[in-house]
């Protein structure tokens, strides 16, 4: 194959794969480069970059499938990357060779718009006309070869979720390398020619940037072009030639915030003029019936919560035997490593303890995390998740977000950290920075070990198995309810977000092709562990310190002595019966002489002391020392708070939100000094009071970091402050209002 003349021999070629949203684009990236992926970020920002290999007749060229944009008028951070992109000013990667352009073949006036905007680059272009199928259906008849012969380029007919129309994809792009075809673009007025020579000239003389055609549109059509936030501080100049190039346009009767979209729909509807047929008459679609349902005021959100009930509890259902069967796993390499170091306690301990419990604090979880992300991407393209962000728009807006932060709140509920990375869909800033701000509130999976340690423990004893479900249900709203008036609290006080109009396309409902479900589950949990996992991981380790140091010799040689004399005495035996016994390191007498020795290390540690130390901090929402240690240990992951426990009761760090004896111990637990002595600790109000901490509480180094690169360190700094203490408050009205009405 003969590539570009243009092209050095060594140089990658890059095909960029463009398009509205919800035009079947992520799908055809899927088909075309099957697993051959890899996913990023984009240097300097958070935006992921979804590149691929696809194979051509001259052997494997890169595949960039960017973010969907309805126009180059890059307000979000996603649209900026797509015109950064396209225009080479990404760092480390060159403007893409040829850019393939999805669209929707239903909708092909509004979509070509995007195409046209593409166009000024000068780029070579293949026009993807998807999801041909629902246009034929609305009776919608497009002559693909008069279009093309019209705008120049090749145009392909495609159903991508039935993969039709690969092949002619991969034959266009061939195509096209071996001869250059670009499409027609518009011929601009007089005064918008003059006003760009004016815009022109003006960078020229104030920046080294050679801006394209394009760049110097966006600076005099969009009303805050992210050109001018890449030119940095040399835009005074620039701003006052841009005031004037806008005045030439309204002198010439042109608004410049919409001379571009009049002119280019005006264009564009002469080129596509007797292309598009419309046979037989518009017939109410299968979708718009469909929504008369499900977007109604009373029944659509009736539904809404529903499936949203549904959804989670099917995560927890179906995620058991997975979590067990990789804890078991974990386990099994605890019982091998534990032999291997056995000569040196504390590496042992670091091993067993710290790094393979570090591994099993996020592992554990993943089986959850996967089937929420399974149930999201299905969600997604069956089309009714813009439903349900429609449908939230209305509950949101009184408090300054709009239905875009539904996706990033409603990820949050598997795991923060994807949540607050798809917040970079939001346009405006200060409404992108309060969804990061709430999204820690949501419940997410880590928390659910203390849920159903605690609602297993004393609430199913009690009320029944349905209300236990209940209440498991009902916890996670608890971050929910208090998220968004702190919502309403940050945009009408401190962001002081302006009210920004809320504009969503509605796709059409379709059959979801599992391949890609499943692949985007995939994904979605590959970038969990690597994101999250490294930093729990690593916290985690600090926190195996704090909890194993210091550790003298004389604390467990007393354990042991005042074991073997109980024991002894117990079994009216000698001390010597009960060390031989001992020495038996399987035998039940070794265990709980380990366990108590361990908890009595716990006790003396640098956490324990410091759980002490701070005791009466949370005296007031009824928490013991060592409900205090769990949960400053649970700071790396909600759920080592299980373990903690285990530990301190004596029980062993290997025990499970499930486990009787730790359900047992924690329900007979008593105070063991102060004014409550002999008292039960995990009386209902502290029950209720430590299930609402873990429900506002923020115990997620994971999380903190990622708002720290998102928002910056000052934001994490407030947001761990604010919900520690909210968590603090919550627990101790808990506390006192319970022991007052029971």
């Given at each position: 194959m003969a590539l570009l003349p243009s092209l050095a021999p060594e140089k990658t070629i890059r095909i960029a794969l463009i398009g509205n949203p919800n035009t079947g684009k992520t799908t055809l990236f899927n088909n075309l480069t099957g697993l051959r992926q890899?996913?990023?970020?984009?240097p300097g920002v958070t935006v992921a970059r979804k590149s691929g290999l696809l194979k051509l007749r001259g052997g494997n060229v890169e595949l960039i499938d960017l973010p969907g944009a309805y126009s180059l008028s890059a307000a979000s951070l996603d649209e900026r990357i797509v015109v950064d992109a396209l225009c080479g000013q990404v760092s480390g990667m060159e403007a893409p060779d040829v850019v393939a352009c999805v669209i929707d073949a239903s909708n092909l006036l509004?979509?070509?718009?995007?195409?046209?905007?593409?166009?000024?680059?000068?780029?070579?272009?293949?026009?993807?006309?998807?999801?041909?199928d629902v246009a034929r259906r609305k009776n919608i008849h497009i002559d693909h070869k008069l279009l093309s012969?019209?705008?120049?380029?090749?145009?392909?007919?495609?159903?991508?979720?039935?993969?039709?129309?690969?092949?002619?994809?991969?034959?266009?792009?061939?195509?096209?390398?071996?001869?250059?075809?670009?499409?027609?673009?518009?011929?601009?007025?007089?005064?918008?020619?003059?006003?760009?020579?004016?815009?022109?000239?003006?960078?020229?003389?104030?920046?080294?940037?050679?801006?394209?055609?394009?760049?110097?549109?966006?600076?005099?059509?969009?009303?805050?072009?992210?050109?001018?936030?890449?030119?940095?501080?040399?835009?005074?100049?620039?701003?006052?030639?841009?005031?004037?190039?806008?005045?030439?346009?309204?002198?010439?009767?042109?608004?410049?915030?919409?001379?571009?979209?009049?002119?280019?729909?005006?264009?564009?509807?002469?080129?596509?003029?007797?292309i598009v047929k419309h046979s037989g008459l518009a017939k109410t679609s299968r979708t718009e019936s469909i929504d008369h349902l499900m977007v109604h005021r009373g029944w659509g959100l009736a539904i809404f919560v529903g499936m949203m009930y549904l959804v989670f509890l099917s995560v927890y259902t179906w995620a058991s035997p997975f979590m067990d069967f990789i804890q078991s796993g974990i386990d099994w390499f605890q019982g091998m490593a534990g032999p291997w170091f056995a000569a040196t306690p504390m590496l042992q301990s670091l091993m067993v303890d710290g790094v393979l419990?570090?591994?099993?604090?996020?592992?554990?979880?993943?089986?959850?995390?996967?089937?929420?992300?399974?149930?999201?991407?299905?969600?997604?393209?069956?089309?009714?998740?813009?439903?349900?962000?429609?449908?939230?728009?209305?509950?949101?807006?009184?408090?300054?977000?709009?239905?875009k932060s539904f996706v990033p709140l409603l990820s949050s509920y598997a795991c923060a950290v994807p949540g607050i990375?798809?917040?970079?869909?939001?346009?405006?800033?200060?409404?992108?920075?309060?969804?990061?701000?709430i999204a820690p509130f949501m419940s997410c999976s880590a928390r659910l070990p203390v849920y159903v340690l605690l609602i297993g423990a004393f609430i199913e004893p009690v009320y029944g198995s349905f209300y236990a479900g209940l209440a498991l249900f009902l916890m996670h709203f608890v971050g929910l309810a208090v998220a968004i008036p702190t919502a309403f609290v940050l945009n009408k006080f401190i962001l002081k977000t302006r009210p920004q109009p809320f504009l969503l396309e509605l796709p059409a409902y379709r059959v979801p092709r599992?391949?890609?479900?499943?692949?985007?589950?995939?994904?979605?949990?590959?970038?969990?562990?690597?994101?999250?996992g490294t930093i729990i991981f690593a916290i985690t380790i600090i926190v195996w310190a704090l909890l194993y140091f210091p550790r003298p010799a004389t604390v467990g040689e007393e354990i042991r002595q005042n074991f073997i004399e109980s024991q002894a005495q117990f079994q009216n035996t000698n001390p010597e019966a009960v060390q031989t016994s001992l020495a038996e390191t399987d035998s039940d007498l070794a265990k709980r002489l380990e366990y108590l020795t361990d908890?009595?290390?716990?006790?003396?540690?640098?956490?324990?002391?410091?759980?002490?130390?701070?005791?009466?901090?949370?005296?007031?929402?009824?928490?013991?020392?060592?409900?205090?240690?769990?949960?400053?240990?649970?700071?790396?992951?909600?759920?080592?708070?299980?373990?903690?426990?285990?530990?301190?009761?004596?029980?062993?760090?290997?025990?499970?939100?499930?486990?009787?004896?730790?359900?047992?111990?924690?329900?007979?637990?008593?105070?063991?000094?102060?004014?409550?002595?002999?008292?039960?600790?995990?009386?209902?109000?502290?029950?209720?009071?430590?299930?609402?901490?873990?429900?506002?509480?923020?115990?997620?180094?994971?999380?903190?970091?990622?708002?720290?690169?998102?928002?910056g360190f000052r934001w994490a700094v407030l947001s761990f402050t604010f919900m520690t203490t909210l968590a603090w408050l919550g627990a101790v009205l808990c506390y006192q209002i319970g022991i007052r009405l029971i």
């Open positions: 890899r996913v990023g970020n984009y509004r979509n070509l718009f995007l195409a046209s905007q593409v166009a000024e680059l000068g780029i070579p272009m293949v026009l993807i006309l998807n999801q041909y012969k019209r705008l120049g380029v090749p145009v392909v007919k495609t159903v991508a979720t039935r993969q039709k129309g690969t092949e002619e994809i991969v034959e266009a792009i061939n195509s096209v390398l071996d001869n250059p075809s670009r499409m027609e673009v518009i011929n601009w007025p007089e005064p918008v020619k003059e006003a760009t020579k004016m815009l022109r000239e003006a960078v020229g003389a104030n920046t080294k940037n050679n801006l394209s055609e394009t760049e110097i549109h966006r600076i005099l059509f969009d009303a805050d072009s992210a050109i001018l936030d890449r030119l940095g501080n040399d835009t005074g100049e620039i701003r006052l030639h841009l005031g004037q190039a806008r005045g030439i346009l309204f002198k010439a009767g042109f608004n410049p915030m919409a001379a571009e979209a009049l002119l280019q729909y005006e264009h564009l509807g002469g080129l596509i003029e007797g419990e570090g591994v099993g604090a996020f592992l554990g979880f993943l089986p959850q995390i996967m089937i929420l992300f399974f149930f999201i991407a299905l969600l997604e393209d069956t089309g009714y998740m813009a439903r349900a962000a429609f449908l939230m728009d209305k509950m949101f807006s009184w408090c300054g977000l709009n239905g990375m798809a917040t970079r869909t939001i346009e405006d800033p200060k409404a992108r920075l309060a969804t990061i701000l599992l391949r890609d479900v499943a692949w985007r589950m995939f994904q979605s949990g590959e970038e969990f562990v690597r994101r999250a908890s009595a290390y716990l006790e003396q540690s640098f956490m324990g002391r410091i759980g002490k130390t701070i005791q009466p901090v949370f005296d007031p929402a009824g928490f013991d020392w060592k409900i205090t240690v769990g949960v400053l240990a649970s700071f790396p992951a909600r759920e080592v708070i299980i373990s903690t426990l285990g530990v301190i009761y004596s029980l062993g760090g290997d025990v499970d939100e499930g486990t009787g004896d730790l359900r047992e111990v924690v329900a007979n637990a008593k105070w063991q000094e102060g004014a409550r002595v002999g008292t039960p600790v995990y009386t209902m109000p502290v029950v209720v009071g430590i299930l609402v901490f873990f429900a506002l509480c923020s115990q997620c180094g994971a999380t903190l970091a990622v708002i720290t690169k998102e928002a």
